[in-house]
């Protein structure tokens, strides 16, 4: 399960460096993504950072990704790994930095020896009082 976390929060650490194409060869060849940005699926090409290039470039400094409640399942080869994480940047011409706190599930895939990024969802609540606005203002509680 070291190797596990260590691509998950290697991930979250190359982010904050800005390195795209880092990030990418933690996934496999071929993924799929459920991201918080429409469309409902993305698709996902581990080989091409392009999009991830372009979403970073939104912002004023690579953003901050802080994965905590990590908990991982294992067997064999296939795992499946949650966890609460938090972003925080400065959109591009704005002064102001904000955080946000989404649901993260990955499924993986040990892959030629190395644990690979094969499924990736990540999701924020909503309200549910007919509303339909994300409940971006939540936090984790113990």
Known sequence: MDEIR???EGKAALLQKGDAKAI?????PSF???SLAPPLRQ???G???AALEAWMATFEAPPRREVTRLEITTDGDVAFATSLDCLTAVP???TGSFSLW???TLGLRRIDGRWLVTHEHESVPFE???SFRASIGLTPTD
Request: charged share 25%; proline share 8%; no cysteine.
């Open 24 to 28: 990418m060869s933690y996934y496999a």
């Open 32 to 34: 799929v993504e459920y």
């Open 43 to 45: 698709p996902g090409d």
């Open 128 to 130: 549910m009082d007919g």
């Open 102 to 104: 989404f649901r993260v």
């Open 92 to 94: 591009r011409g704005s």
């Open 6 to 8: 260590e691509v998950i």
């Open 47 to 49: 080989r091409n950072p």
